[in-house]
């Protein structure tokens, strides 16, 4: 079994310059900190427009010393591919090849890239650091943002529909691995991204990604916040690896628990003060009946 990944045997390598360009509080500085260490040096990042490429920086300046393509929005695992193929051209295919977009980039305008990307069998890494709405650009709403909450584009009851759920889409495409992971838990994302590297093929992380900006909270409540979804059992953190879904980390250990309300976590955050109380008492059944299926099937 591997050893699990503690502050103290960190990588201590940083590929994140200390100055960049996110916010206050911005989870995705958290992500791509860590991320990066897993990845590690020898690696090629593929970026669409994203609150991504606002951290790195513009020509000629960059937070991050990897090397760094900046591609078109609907783009970016089509990029990817080019990159393994230009790389293989040259002999260089112990290069890691990292795509990293945001839910925008990801579920919406970059979806038919990637699952084209994954049917193909293409050996990259996607990473998606969902921060549940268009940020970079405003504030609008994205496949991912979840029912009820307000942006700039749905400003009075919230959006309508359900979040998207990208990784089911991604893993019905048959590919070896499929992980979540969360800002608030990196040593967490860290470990799957390790996993991820020893896997050939596609695979596809999806990161829950707190953003204060656009969420409307205090910076400094990041990485409470993005436990709290945890803690809720509105975010799951698990992996599925050769088809076998498994919950990990701190969302395996609230099997057979009691998990905090649902509201505690809306009620931390300001895009969510449309929700009505019969919403929020809907959402905490489904929830309910999820956890209960959890219980059931791995409570033993």
């Keep these: 079994m591997t050893e699990k990944t503690t502050i103290l045997n960190l990588s201590e390598d940083e590929l994140v310059h200390p100055g960049n360009r996110a916010c206050a509080g911005c989870g995705l500085s958290i992500v791509y900190r860590i991320g990066l260490k897993a990845l590690g040096r020898d690696t090629i990042l593929v970026v669409p427009p994203s609150c ?3 951290l790195q920086g ?10 760094c393509l900046n591609v078109t929005f609907a783009s970016t695992a089509a990029a990817a591919t080019g990159v393994l193929g230009a790389l293989k051209a040259q002999g260089r295919e112990s290069t890691l090849v990292a795509a990293w977009a945001g839910d925008g980039g990801t579920s919406d305008i970059g979806i038919q890239a990637l699952s084209g990307a994954c049917e193909r069998g293409e050996n990259f890494i996607f990473i998606c650091y969902d ?29 309508s529909q359900k979040k998207k759920d990208v990784p089911s889409i991604i893993a019905a495409h048959g590919i070896d691995y499929v992980a979540t992971a969360s800002a608030a838990y990196p040593l967490d994302l860290y470990d799957k991204i390790v996993k991820a590297k020893t896997m050939n093929g596609p695979k596809y992380i999806h990161i829950h990604t707190p953003c204060p900006a656009g969420w409307g909270f205090n910076p400094r409540f990041t990485v409470k916040i993005g436990k709290l979804a945890v803690e809720t059992g509105l975010y799951d953190l698990y992996e599925i690896e050769n088809n076998k879904w498994r919950l990990t980390g701190a ?3 609230l ?30 059944k489904e929830v309910d009946i999820k956890w209960q299926s959890y219980d059931e099937t791995y409570g033993n």
Excluded: H
Aim: charged share 20%; net charge positive; aromatic share 8%.
């Design 52 to 54: 991504l490429t606002v």
């Design 58 to 67: 513009l020509y000629p300046i960059a937070a991050t010393q990897l090397p």
């Design 131 to 159: 921060n549940e709405a268009y940020m970079n650009t405003g504030v609008q709403r994205s496949g991912t943002t979840p029912q009820g909450v307000i942006t700039t584009t749905t400003p009075f009851s919230g959006k």
């Design 251 to 253: 969302s395996k250990k």
């Design 255 to 284: 099997i057979g628990k009691k998990r905090t309300p649902v509201n505690e976590y809306f009620n931390t955050q300001n895009r969510f003060k449309a929700l009505s109380d019969e919403q929020i008492s809907d959402i905490q």
